[in-house]
């Protein structure tokens, strides 16, 4: 290779893409089979140059303003093993690129049965409806969109309690019938929001409320973290500077967690009916004034 010229690389990349579909044949058959999983992604690449052929403007994952790019789309075995790749115009959008996939799973291929996996930007409600469904033996796996998994909040499919001792559940929903919907707690994710929640609830909880307090009162960086007087306080009254009770994080969850709304139901004739929220504690009033 480090005797090799430019010109000699070129022909090399020439002559691999004279056999791409052959050799990309002798990969499929080699790592996938019907039944399996198919993994599918796209990326894009920018140019500085301007006499690529499929080189276009469009959506620039590097954030490069103004660059001409090109896309291409990735298929994998289930292990991640790449198999195929596709080059696509740099205005290509996403899920457009999944209709050639399909086509080329199943007829270069030859499989009449697979599970492709893709993520909520490539395989789309769109894409399932037109491309997927009506394909027989194709199967997807993919994931919802926040506003689709709020949905699934709000008509009670989908309650959050489920995670209260486990990870992972099935659930179903009149909206996607006959499909799988597997939901699951993310603690990463979780964690994230519980670290704003803590920043924002500190003033009633055990937590450090005055973190200034607590720094200036560290001798130096090397030595042991202190707590502010503000927090020494709650600790050893229990109370908090308006006199409500101090909870730990975990504490105030749950009596949060018994808020709850009624549907009421008069007995009068024709009365409506009307939901009822149960009023707040003079705690739960203050934390809810925290997080607005």
Same mark, same amino acid.
């Given at each position: 290779? #480090?005797?090799?010229?430019?010109? #000699? ?18 990969? $499929? ?47 994998? !075995? ?12 740099? /205005? ?32 789309? #409600? ?20 926040? !506003? ?21 559940? #099935? ?35 055990? /937590? ?22 503000? $927090? ?24 949060? $967690? ?35």
């Amino acid at each position: 290779m #480090e005797q090799a010229s430019e010109d #000699e690389l070129y022909q090399v990349m020439d002559w691999l893409g004279q056999r791409q579909e052959r050799i990309e044949g002798k990969l $499929a058959k080699k790592h996938l089979d019907n039944g399996s999983f198919v993994l599918y992604d796209v990326t894009s690449t920018y140019f500085e140059g301007r006499t690529c052929p499929p080189a276009r403007l469009g959506h620039n994952r590097d954030g490069k303003k103004g660059k001409l790019q090109i896309g291409f789309g990735l298929l994998c !075995s289930h292990e991640g093993c790449p198999v195929a790749v596709e080059v696509f115009p740099g /205005d290509t959008g996403d899920p457009s690129t999944l209709e050639e996939q399909i086509r080329k799973i199943r007829d270069r291929f030859g499989l009449g049965r697979v599970i492709l996996v893709g993520d909520r930007g490539l395989i789309t #409600e769109a894409r399932i409806r037109e491309e997927i469904r009506p394909v027989k033996g194709l199967e997807w796996i993919t994931a919802l969109r926040s !506003s689709q998994i709020r949905k699934l909040v709000d008509s009670g499919s989908l309650q959050l309690s489920l995670f209260d001792e486990q990870d992972l559940a #099935e659930i179903t929903d009149p909206a996607y019938p006959k499909e799988r919907l597997v939901v699951c707690r993310n603690p990463m994710l979780a964690y994230y929001v519980e670290w704003h929640m803590r920043q924002l609830l500190a003033p009633i909880l055990f /937590d450090e409320d005055v973190p200034q307090g607590a720094q200036a009162s560290r001798k130096s960086v090397v030595a042991p973290a202190q707590r502010s007087d503000s $927090a020494k306080a709650k600790a050893r009254r229990k109370r908090t500077k308006d006199n409500l009770p101090v909870h730990s994080f975990r504490t105030l969850l749950k009596d949060l $967690a018994t808020i709850c709304k009624s549907r009421v139901q008069p007995h009068f004739p024709a009365a409506p009916a009307f939901d009822k929220i149960t009023l707040p504690t003079p705690v739960q009033h203050r934390a809810s004034n925290f997080c607005v």
